[in-house]
């Protein structure tokens, strides 16, 4: 089989999201605000909140589990882990590689994607390129978010429209044509500054001054960030359709970032589409930058909306500026378990083994380190 013959087929898909629902009412109690205000301008009316037991990881774990058991594989098949995010666990060590650790994914290797709320369609085009390249087999791409940890709860503009959450798929190499088609990926960084979080890089490192004044928050120009959102949306969908020689007659759904239901409105005339055709569950979830296609997706097939050989945009927009659109043709041929439950019990048991694989490889390490010191290479002795 050359590189050509390859082509990577989405096989596994899975949520996870906080138990806490937050609702709109519950909001007006905290800010400035009106349940009819906040979703009569974003469509929201509810978002999950993590607590403080739940993290990009730990959403993003229960997610991948929530894959595999669908594509019905082990961990152990994964030859990549990608993390679309913007609130990691860390700044390193990547979030991804301590999903790859609880999984058991030993032959996986695990990386980050930082293309805020364009993530998930950035990973998406990677891992396609990684696999049509013959460089990996298998991909779990996961987009996870814990927005509400980096929302400054005292600015209505920005703290109504977040929400957390979790979407992952398992992505695989397959000869029949189809899968992911195309891609189209931008970025402008002239408007940087429109939707970021200031301080906590390099460029503003944390001091008191930045805690206190709620610098390690999102910031947003609302009104610039609406205006470019229009725009890029509708443009991204018609350039990957002529990429793939297709229009978008040719297309049965697109899945949109899910910010606001008016920039979505907005795309849908621009494209001269239905509203219909656009798939939406931002009044359930809110704004969960990375995770919200994958969360949308997978609603959308639990709900029997995406059948085989369905075309469907997934398109986004977020800080950087950051937009891009991927084209999947949805082929249900490569999504059928056999004997799910053995292998769903044999996945449990290896998860199981993991964690207990990751606690002697750390204890191994301490225990190295006594036995093996060596004054020469003691950093710490002066």
């Not at 679309?84 to 990386?111: M, V, W, Y």
């Not at 995770?291 to 709900?303: G, K, V, W, Y």
């Not at 082929?331 to 694989?357: C, E, S």
């Amino acid at each position: 089989m050359n590189n050509f013959d390859r082509y990577a087929h989405i096989i596994g898909w899975g949520t996870s999201v906080p138990k806490k629902v937050v609702s709109n009412q519950e909001l007006s109690e905290m800010v400035d605000t009106t349940d009819e205000w906040i979703e009569s301008r974003t469509g929201i009316k509810q978002r999950y909140i993590a607590d403080n037991t739940e993290t990009t990881a730990s959403l993003g774990l229960k997610a991948s589990k929530n894959a595999l058991d669908v594509a019905n594989i082990s961990p152990k098949d994964l030859d990549l882990i990608i993390v679309a995010t913007c609130t990691p666990e860390h700044n390193f060590p990547s979030t991804a590689s301590i999903i790859q650790d609880k999984l058991g994914a030993t032959r996986a290797g695990a990386f980050d994607m930082n293309a805020a709320c364009t993530g998930f369609v950035y990973a998406l085009s990677v891992a396609n390129q990684m696999i049509r390249s013959g460089a990996f087999n298998t991909i779990l791409i996961v987009g996870s978010e814990t927005l509400s940890k980096i929302v400054n709860w005292e600015d209505r503009s920005t703290c109504v429209l977040f929400g957390d959450g979790a979407g992952a798929i398992v992505l695989q190499e397959k000869n029949q044509p189809g899968g992911i088609l195309t891609s189209v990926l931008r970025s402008d960084g002239s408007g940087a500054d429109l939707l970021k979080v200031p301080a906590g890089g390099s460029a503003m490192p944390a001091t008191n001054h930045t805690v206190e004044n709620n610098l390690h928050a999102i910031t947003m120009n609302g009104r610039e960030v609406f205006r470019f959102a229009t725009r890029v949306m509708a443009d991204a969908c018609n350039k990957v359709v002529q990429q793939a020689d297709m229009t978008l007659d040719d297309i049965d759904f697109i899945i949109p970032h899910q910010a606001n239901k008016r920039i979505i409105e907005t795309a849908a005339r621009n494209l001269n589409l239905p509203l219909d055709k656009f798939i939406m569950n931002l009044d359930a979830h809110g704004n969960t930058s990375a995770a919200s296609i994958p969360l949308a997706l997978c609603e959308a097939i639990s709900n029997q909306q995406i059948k085989d050989k369905h075309n469907i945009i997934f398109v986004a927009f977020g800080g950087g500026l950051s937009w891009g659109a991927t084209l999947v043709s949805w082929d249900m041929t490569h999504t059928k378990p056999v004997n799910q439950i053995w292998h769903k019990l044999r996945r449990q048991a290896l998860y199981g083994f993991a964690k207990i694989r990751s606690t002697i490889r750390r204890s191994t390490r301490k225990i190295e380190g006594i036995l093996l010191k060596d004054d020469s290479t003691d950093i710490d002795k002066t």
